[in-house]
């Protein structure tokens, strides 16, 4: 009876265990390194807002910080307070 070879070559590096353990993690840096650089040249957008307040008898620009939920759900009243008011003439 013949001695079976030694696989040798991709064979060889198939068989073994650490390889694919190499491999995902040689993976997942890639996926980090491209996560990261996309993170780092995208603008976020921005969280804060700003709202200005003129008060009416001194003219005073007043600026206000306000979250973003906060400055939609400040648009949506305004534009509600604008439809009831246009309603009523």
Not at 10 to 23: E, K, N, P
Request: net charge positive; hydrophobic share 45%.
């Amino acid at each position: 009876m013949p001695i079976p070879r030694q696989p040798r070559g991709v064979r060889w590096i198939a068989t073994q265990t650490a390889t694919y353990d190499i491999l995902m993690a040689l993976f997942a840096s890639v996926v980090g390194l491209s996560s990261a650089w996309n993170h780092a040249t995208v603008q976020p957008a921005p969280l804060i807002s700003r709202r200005e307040i003129v008060s009416a008898p001194t003219s005073t620009i007043q600026v206000e910080r306000i979250s973003i939920s906060e400055a939609h759900q400040a648009a949506i009243t305004d534009a509600i307070r604008e439809g009831r008011r246009t309603a009523n003439k």
